[in-house]
């Protein structure tokens, strides 16, 4: 990103708020950014997609890759698809750095 209002196709910025765009590949052998898939960030995870086990280590792998609490992390969308949106509250300026790291 270039300034604090720069946006990228996953990722969009509105006042302290971030909105990423995933595509998630649960039962993965680690978890792990894979880079971009079409418009989103693609992460893959260890966990099965059972019980929102993947989900929950989604917003945990997100969470500790900002330096945030899990509950400034939510999923707003794709509860039970690959596809997936977190809202981010009080996101770093640096969010996609740190995800792409």
């Known amino acids: 990103m270039t300034g604090p209002e720069a946006v990228t196709s996953w990722l969009r910025r509105r006042e302290s708020a971030v909105t990423l765009i995933l595509h998630v590949q649960p039962g993965a052998r680690r978890t792990e950014v894979a880079g971009i898939h079409g418009d989103a960030?693609?992460?893959?995870?260890?966990?099965?997609?059972?019980?929102?086990?993947?989900?929950?280590?989604?917003?945990?792998?997100?969470?500790?890759?900002?330096?945030?609490?899990?509950?400034?992390?939510?999923?707003?969308a794709g509860q039970t698809s690959r596809r997936k949106i977190l809202e981010i509250d009080a996101a770093p300026?640096?969010?996609?750095?740190?995800?792409?790291?």
């Open 93 to 101: 300026p640096d969010t996609e750095r740190r995800l792409l790291a």
């Open 41 to 76: 960030l693609k992460i893959r995870l260890a966990a099965a997609p059972i019980d929102g086990k993947a989900n929950a280590a989604l917003i945990e792998f997100v969470a500790d890759r900002l330096d945030l609490p899990k509950a400034a992390v939510r999923l707003t």
